[in-house]
């Protein structure tokens, strides 16, 4: 274990951030790294509690007391052949996870949880600053093929795991770049954009190849991101290849379809989210500017708070966040949840820079004029037993210049899945279990499903997961056994 009486001596110590004045000039990452003695004594808190429940909580099941130790007494390559062995990228997880593995933390209970994402974050970096992530190139060929549909972090973990076992795999991407959400989701402040080439350039060294600007299928409805250059048939796929993952995320947005949404200002928050990704990735300018506007952010997730943050990069003049659900509490009720993720108030780093939150409000009309938002009419909601109703005579209005609505993805997209053959769950998923014989394995022989796709929307940690499992489960398919890990 790290040192037996650190958590009683050492407070938790997080990265710094960037001043909000300098952060918010440009989209660069400004959160700061712990050097290596403040990671050693991080690591010393770690009291190896015997069951760990932050192993649990962790969905991808990083060895976290293990790592802990390992960089407490100064053994990096240690730590990193530690993390690398639950998990494929420790570089977006170490930024972007919430963490629920923190929530866990016997150390939690009556005091301050160790930095488990600090230290797993500072592991990868200095990982590859040392040079230290190299190919994993499979010693033996199994001469078997697999197609992966989409590039986001589930197709990314199936790829780079079933490479590794020996397969020929091929990943399709329908946009121009790699990484699904990762690269066109979650803005550059968040993730740099470069680690995802870094890691897309082990695994071509590894043997996977990258087809972008192709789209398995033919019909990509309305309001979804689409490059593709080129379409390559679902039946050409099944014909060619010995297996078919789809990890094609859950890409349908929820709409709001209330008086006004044809209105100029009126957007899905991907279509402000991803030309600002291209820009910052060197591509043409973002069409939509919020600079000087009033921005009104409708949904109170990752995906509205990403909103926010660029929002405020472009110097909107004020940004407001609607929530249709209650004001959670602001701190959960420990004896009660621990070690589960508790409902409490988050507060993002991007609503730090500049944000009006409102929760228990719905948006029943947008206002225009002459064709251009000018406001939202809303209402005030009371939550009863979980059910909601309008507060009678609440009725407001909010001056707003633009709208980004961030409600979340209700589906994937069903034609991709119909041409596949694949039967859908009832929230309109790609049907499969993740457990048992058969797991992963969709209803259409040889295809198999991980990440949104099948769980629908969710977490970059575990569409890792999902990948991971959905490899061995396709590597099992294949060969008859599997030495992937699950
Ligand atoms: C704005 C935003 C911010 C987020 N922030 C966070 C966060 O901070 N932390 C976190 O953990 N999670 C976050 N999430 C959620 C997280 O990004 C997703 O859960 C995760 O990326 C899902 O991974 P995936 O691989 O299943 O799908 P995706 O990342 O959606 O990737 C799917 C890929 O498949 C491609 N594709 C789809 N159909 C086809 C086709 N027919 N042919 C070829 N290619 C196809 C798509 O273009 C896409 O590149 C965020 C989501 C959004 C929208
Ligand atoms: S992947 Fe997420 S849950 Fe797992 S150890 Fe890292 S920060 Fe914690």
Redesign the pocket.
């Known amino acids: 274990m790290g040192k037996p009486t650190g958590f009683l001596e050492f407070q938790r110590q997080t990265e710094g951030y960037e001043p909000v004045e300098r952060r918010l000039k440009n989209y660069q990452e400004f959160v700061g790294h712990l050097d290596d003695d403040q990671a050693r004594v991080q690591g010393a808190r770690c009291m190896d509690c015997g069951i760990p429940f932050c192993n649990n909580g962790c969905p991808v099941n990083n060895n976290i007391p293990d790592f802990n130790d390992a960089v407490y007494k100064g053994n990096w390559r240690e730590a990193i052949e530690i993390l690398h062995s639950t998990n494929n990228f420790p570089e977006m997880t170490g930024r ?3 963490a629920p593995c923190e929530s866990a933390c016997t150390l939690g209970i009556n005091a301050e949880p160790v930095g488990i994402k600090s230290l797993e974050r500072a592991i990868i970096d200095k990982a590859g600053e040392n040079g230290w992530v190299v190919p994993q190139i499979a010693t033996a060929r199994t001469g078997k093929k697999v197609a992966v ?7 990314l973990a199936a790829a780079q795991q079933l490479a590794r076992a020996g397969h020929d795999v091929t990943v ?4 121009d770049k790699l ?4 690269r066109f ?2 803005p550059d402040f ?1 993730l740099d954009k470069r680690l995802i080439d870094w890691r897309a350039a082990q695994m071509a060294a590894e043997g996977v190849k990258f087809v972008t600007g ?4 033919k019909d990509m409805p309305k309001g979804v ?1 689409n490059d593709a250059v080129k379409t390559v048939a679902p039946a050409k796929l099944i014909k060619e290849f010995d297996a078919v993952v789809l ?5 349908t947005p929820r709409d709001l379809p209330i008086p006004g949404r044809a209105l100029d200002g009126v957007h899905f ?2 279509e402000f ?1 991803i030309p600002q990704n291209k820009q910052n990735g060197g591509g043409k300018k973002n069409p939509i500017s919020a600079a000087g506007k009033h921005v009104v952010v409708i949904g109170g997730g ?2 509205g708070s ?1 909103c926010v943050g660029t929002s405020n990069r472009h110097g909107a003049a004020s940004v407001t966040q609607f929530e249709l659900l209650p004001k959670p509490p602001e701190a959960e009720n420990k004896p009660l949840v621990w070690p589960y993720w508790p409902t409490k108030l988050r507060t993002s780093s991007s609503h730090s820079e500049g944000c009006t939150r409102d929760w228990s409000v719905a948006t029943k009309e947008f206002i225009g004029e002459n064709g251009k938002l000018k406001a939202l009419k809303c209402v005030r909601l009371e939550w009863q037993g979980g059910k909601m109703s309008e507060v009678p005579g609440s009725e407001f209005e909010v001056r707003a210049d633009l709208v980004f609505l961030a409600m979340g ?1 209700t589906n994937p ?1 069903a034609s ?1 899945l119909d041409a596949f053959g694949v039967a859908r769950d009832g929230r309109g998923n790609a049907a499969a279990t993740t457990d048992g014989d058969g797991c992963y394995a969709t209803s259409a022989r040889k295809v198999f499903a ?4 099948r769980r629908g ?7 890792i997961r999902e ?1 991971r499992q959905c490899a061995r489960a396709v590597d099992e398919f294949l060969m008859g056994s599997s030495l992937l890990p699950r």
């Open positions: 972007i996870c919430p549909v989409g590039s986001g972090p589930a197709g399709f991407e329908k946009n990484g699904g959400l990762l989701g979650i968040k192709t789209m398995v299928g991101a990890a094609g995320g859950s890409e928050a991907l989210l990752d995906t990403d993805f997209v991709m991980a990440g949104d796709v929307q969710s977490l970059v940690v575990w569409a990948g």
